[in-house]
Protein backbone atom coordinates (compact mmCIF):
# COMPACT_ATOMS: atom_id res chain seq x y z
CA UNK A 1 0.00 0.00 0.00
CA UNK A 2 0.87 3.16 -0.94
CA UNK A 3 -0.30 7.21 -0.07
CA UNK A 4 -2.90 7.44 2.61
CA UNK A 5 -5.32 4.94 2.76
CA UNK A 6 -8.81 4.71 4.10
CA UNK A 7 -11.67 1.88 5.37
CA UNK A 8 -14.05 1.56 4.63
CA UNK A 9 -14.81 3.57 1.34
CA UNK A 10 -18.36 3.29 2.24
CA UNK A 11 -20.67 2.96 5.34
CA UNK A 12 -23.82 3.22 5.91
CA UNK A 13 -25.41 3.57 10.10
CA UNK A 14 -28.11 4.18 11.85
CA UNK A 15 -27.98 6.66 13.77
CA UNK A 16 -28.02 4.69 17.03
CA UNK A 17 -25.19 3.07 16.14
CA UNK A 18 -21.15 3.33 16.52
CA UNK A 19 -18.29 2.25 14.37
CA UNK A 20 -15.13 3.44 13.49
CA UNK A 21 -13.41 5.04 10.39
CA UNK A 22 -9.97 4.51 9.72
CA UNK A 23 -7.35 5.91 7.96
CA UNK A 24 -3.74 4.85 7.58
CA UNK A 25 -0.64 6.88 6.20
CA UNK A 26 2.39 5.25 4.43
CA UNK A 27 4.45 8.34 3.79
CA UNK A 28 6.19 8.64 7.02
CA UNK A 29 4.36 11.97 8.17
CA UNK A 30 3.85 13.65 11.39
CA UNK A 31 0.80 15.38 10.90
CA UNK A 32 -2.74 14.05 10.29
CA UNK A 33 -6.22 15.56 9.85
CA UNK A 34 -9.43 14.67 9.31
CA UNK A 35 -11.98 16.46 7.03
CA UNK A 36 -15.64 16.14 6.64
CA UNK A 37 -16.80 17.14 2.64
CA UNK A 38 -20.58 17.76 2.26
CA UNK A 39 -22.44 18.65 -0.88
CA UNK A 40 -22.24 22.42 -1.72
CA UNK A 41 -20.07 22.86 1.40
CA UNK A 42 -16.41 23.90 1.69
CA UNK A 43 -14.37 21.80 2.94
CA UNK A 44 -14.29 21.46 6.84
CA UNK A 45 -11.21 20.46 9.03
CA UNK A 46 -12.26 18.45 12.11
CA UNK A 47 -9.16 17.72 13.38
CA UNK A 48 -5.51 17.89 13.46
CA UNK A 49 -2.94 15.40 15.15
CA UNK A 50 0.84 16.16 15.14
CA UNK A 51 3.08 13.98 16.31
CA UNK A 52 0.37 12.31 17.53
CA UNK A 53 -0.71 14.89 19.86
CA UNK A 54 -4.13 16.95 18.56
CA UNK A 55 -3.15 20.31 18.18
CA UNK A 56 -6.74 21.31 16.65
CA UNK A 57 -10.32 20.56 17.29
CA UNK A 58 -13.33 22.84 15.12
CA UNK A 59 -15.90 22.51 17.49
CA UNK A 60 -16.62 19.14 16.09
CA UNK A 61 -19.92 17.27 18.07
CA UNK A 62 -18.94 15.35 20.81
CA UNK A 63 -20.66 12.55 18.69
CA UNK A 64 -17.15 12.53 17.01
CA UNK A 65 -14.07 11.02 18.62
CA UNK A 66 -11.07 11.29 17.02
CA UNK A 67 -7.88 8.94 18.22
CA UNK A 68 -4.53 8.74 16.45
CA UNK A 69 -2.09 5.69 18.59
CA UNK A 70 0.55 6.42 16.40
CA UNK A 71 1.86 8.72 13.92
CA UNK A 72 0.90 6.40 10.94
CA UNK A 73 -2.80 5.69 11.79
CA UNK A 74 -6.06 7.67 12.78
CA UNK A 75 -9.38 6.72 13.64
CA UNK A 76 -12.57 8.72 13.68
CA UNK A 77 -15.42 7.08 16.26
CA UNK A 78 -19.55 7.50 15.56
CA UNK A 79 -22.15 7.33 17.73
CA UNK A 80 -25.30 8.22 17.65
CA UNK A 81 -24.92 10.29 14.55
CA UNK A 82 -27.63 12.43 12.59
CA UNK A 83 -28.14 12.27 8.95
CA UNK A 84 -26.94 15.98 8.44
CA UNK A 85 -23.54 13.84 9.00
CA UNK A 86 -24.15 12.17 6.05
CA UNK A 87 -20.94 13.16 3.92
CA UNK A 88 -17.42 12.43 2.16
CA UNK A 89 -14.92 12.24 5.17
CA UNK A 90 -11.10 12.68 3.90
CA UNK A 91 -7.90 11.71 6.14
CA UNK A 92 -4.99 13.29 5.00
CA UNK A 93 -1.41 13.70 6.06
CA UNK A 94 1.85 15.97 5.91
CA UNK A 95 5.65 16.10 6.56
CA UNK A 96 4.29 17.99 9.60
CA UNK A 97 1.94 21.07 10.65
CA UNK A 98 4.26 23.53 8.69
CA UNK A 99 2.05 26.54 6.00
CA UNK A 100 4.26 25.39 3.68
CA UNK A 101 3.43 21.41 3.92
CA UNK A 102 1.44 19.95 1.76
CA UNK A 103 -0.85 17.51 2.32
CA UNK A 104 -1.84 14.03 0.92
CA UNK A 105 -4.90 13.03 1.15
CA UNK A 106 -6.94 9.34 1.35
CA UNK A 107 -9.89 8.51 -1.28
CA UNK A 108 -12.39 9.09 1.45
CA UNK A 109 -15.40 7.29 3.33
CA UNK A 110 -18.99 7.93 2.22
CA UNK A 111 -21.17 7.71 5.09
CA UNK A 112 -24.63 7.76 4.72
CA UNK A 113 -26.44 8.11 8.68
CA UNK A 114 -29.80 6.84 7.85
CA UNK B 1 -6.91 36.49 9.87
CA UNK B 2 -6.72 34.66 6.22
CA UNK B 3 -9.42 33.94 3.58
CA UNK B 4 -9.60 32.64 0.22
CA UNK B 5 -12.47 33.12 -2.80
CA UNK B 6 -12.11 30.89 -6.04
CA UNK B 7 -14.11 33.43 -8.51
CA UNK B 8 -15.95 30.91 -10.91
CA UNK B 9 -18.04 27.72 -9.35
CA UNK B 10 -18.24 26.56 -12.88
CA UNK B 11 -16.02 26.82 -16.15
CA UNK B 12 -16.62 24.84 -18.93
CA UNK B 13 -13.62 24.77 -21.71
CA UNK B 14 -13.56 22.93 -25.07
CA UNK B 15 -10.42 20.46 -25.47
CA UNK B 16 -7.39 21.74 -26.59
CA UNK B 17 -8.11 25.14 -25.24
CA UNK B 18 -6.58 27.36 -22.32
CA UNK B 19 -8.08 26.72 -19.20
CA UNK B 20 -8.22 29.58 -16.43
CA UNK B 21 -9.05 28.93 -12.65
CA UNK B 22 -9.36 31.94 -10.69
CA UNK B 23 -8.32 32.46 -7.40
CA UNK B 24 -8.37 35.40 -4.66
CA UNK B 25 -7.05 35.19 -1.34
CA UNK B 26 -6.33 37.48 1.66
CA UNK B 27 -3.77 37.20 4.65
CA UNK B 28 -2.28 39.20 7.22
CA UNK B 29 1.40 36.97 6.62
CA UNK B 30 2.84 35.67 3.94
CA UNK B 31 0.75 32.67 3.08
CA UNK B 32 1.32 29.89 1.06
CA UNK B 33 -0.60 28.83 -1.52
CA UNK B 34 -1.39 25.34 -3.25
CA UNK B 35 -4.15 24.14 -6.01
CA UNK B 36 -5.83 20.50 -5.45
CA UNK B 37 -7.74 18.60 -7.85
CA UNK B 38 -10.62 16.03 -6.88
CA UNK B 39 -11.89 13.60 -9.51
CA UNK B 40 -14.68 12.40 -8.47
CA UNK B 41 -15.02 9.05 -6.08
CA UNK B 42 -11.69 10.39 -5.32
CA UNK B 43 -9.52 12.40 -2.46
CA UNK B 44 -7.82 15.45 -3.44
CA UNK B 45 -4.44 15.60 -4.85
CA UNK B 46 -1.61 18.51 -4.75
CA UNK B 47 -1.33 20.18 -8.44
CA UNK B 48 1.02 22.54 -7.02
CA UNK B 49 2.17 24.75 -4.41
CA UNK B 50 3.65 28.77 -3.59
CA UNK B 51 5.94 29.37 -0.45
CA UNK B 52 8.11 32.22 -1.35
CA UNK B 53 10.43 30.93 -3.69
CA UNK B 54 9.62 31.60 -7.39
CA UNK B 55 6.24 33.32 -8.31
CA UNK B 56 5.11 31.20 -11.29
CA UNK B 57 4.90 27.65 -10.02
CA UNK B 58 4.77 24.55 -12.14
CA UNK B 59 2.83 21.85 -11.19
CA UNK B 60 2.08 18.75 -12.68
CA UNK B 61 -0.31 17.76 -15.54
CA UNK B 62 0.82 20.75 -17.58
CA UNK B 63 -0.91 23.28 -14.86
CA UNK B 64 1.16 26.44 -13.69
CA UNK B 65 -0.06 29.27 -11.50
CA UNK B 66 1.42 33.28 -10.82
CA UNK B 67 1.23 34.55 -7.17
CA UNK B 68 0.81 38.08 -7.91
CA UNK B 69 1.23 39.92 -4.75
CA UNK B 70 -0.32 43.09 -5.57
CA UNK B 71 -3.35 41.62 -6.67
CA UNK B 72 -3.56 38.88 -4.05
CA UNK B 73 -4.52 36.32 -6.67
CA UNK B 74 -2.99 33.10 -7.46
CA UNK B 75 -4.87 31.82 -10.79
CA UNK B 76 -4.45 28.49 -12.37
CA UNK B 77 -3.72 28.16 -15.92
CA UNK B 78 -3.34 25.05 -18.54
CA UNK B 79 -2.45 25.94 -22.19
CA UNK B 80 -4.75 22.79 -23.55
CA UNK B 81 -7.17 21.08 -21.91
CA UNK B 82 -7.65 17.37 -21.64
CA UNK B 83 -10.81 15.57 -21.21
CA UNK B 84 -8.95 14.23 -17.62
CA UNK B 85 -8.63 17.31 -16.88
CA UNK B 86 -12.29 17.12 -15.81
CA UNK B 87 -12.74 17.37 -12.16
CA UNK B 88 -13.20 20.22 -9.12
CA UNK B 89 -10.33 22.55 -8.39
CA UNK B 90 -9.67 23.98 -5.11
CA UNK B 91 -7.67 26.82 -3.96
CA UNK B 92 -6.01 27.03 -0.66
CA UNK B 93 -4.35 29.27 1.37
CA UNK B 94 -1.88 28.91 4.43
CA UNK B 95 -0.39 31.14 6.14
CA UNK B 96 0.27 29.86 10.10
CA UNK B 97 0.26 25.86 9.63
CA UNK B 98 -1.05 23.51 7.82
CA UNK B 99 -3.95 22.53 10.44
CA UNK B 100 -5.57 26.48 10.19
CA UNK B 101 -5.43 25.99 6.08
CA UNK B 102 -8.54 27.85 3.98
CA UNK B 103 -9.77 25.84 1.40
CA UNK B 104 -12.02 27.51 -1.18
CA UNK B 105 -15.42 26.49 -2.36
CA UNK B 106 -13.76 24.80 -5.52
CA UNK B 107 -14.45 25.31 -8.92
CA UNK B 108 -16.04 22.29 -11.17
CA UNK B 109 -14.48 22.16 -14.79
CA UNK B 110 -15.94 20.92 -17.69
CA UNK B 111 -13.88 19.62 -20.72
CA UNK B 112 -16.44 19.53 -24.12
CA UNK B 113 -14.83 17.15 -26.70
Same mark, same amino acid.
Given at each position: ETGVTQTPRHLVMGMTNKKSLKCEQ? $???NAMYWYKQSAKKPLELMFVYSLEE??????????FSPECPNSSHLFLHLH? $??????ALYLCASS?????GDEQYFGPGTRLTVT | AQSVTQLDSHVSVSEGTPVLLRCNYSSSYSPSLFWYVQHPNKGLQLLLKY?????LVKGINGFEAEFKKSETSFHLTKPSAHMSDAAEYFCVVSAFNAGKSTFGDGTTLTVKP
Open positions: H $LGHRVENNSVPSRT $LQPEDSQGPGQ | TSAAT
